[in-house]
């Protein structure tokens, strides 16, 4: 799942929320996921403000020693002004 960003105004034809992209459908690690993310939000900025969400599913890392991804201000900016809510979703490793 990585991470599912989805348009809850836009339902389809059962009244689901539409799913607008998949990111880094096999990569569960949270620094990468987060780096993706941005780039998305940078890529797409423009959209239609409406009701979105990001959810970003990633496991713990086993070689995790502190760090991680982040958010910066500028994506937080674009985040608020597209209605876009974040969602962090920890899954254990398989």
């Known amino acids: 799942m990585p991470i599912k960003i989805s348009d809850h105004l836009n339902k389809d034809d059962n009244g689901k929320s539409t799913v607008i992209a998949w990111l ?38 086993e070689d995790a020693l502190g760090g991680g991804g982040k958010v910066s201000i500028e994506s937080m900016e674009i985040m608020l002004r597209l209605g876009l809510e974040l969602y962090l979703s920890e899954y254990p490793e398989d």
């Open 24 to 61: 880094l459908p096999d990569n569960w690690r949270l620094p990468d996921q987060m780096k993706a993310f941005e780039s998305w939000l940078q890529e797409n900025r423009s959209l239609a403000p409406s009701e979105y969400s990001a959810d970003i599913g990633f496991s713990p890392r």
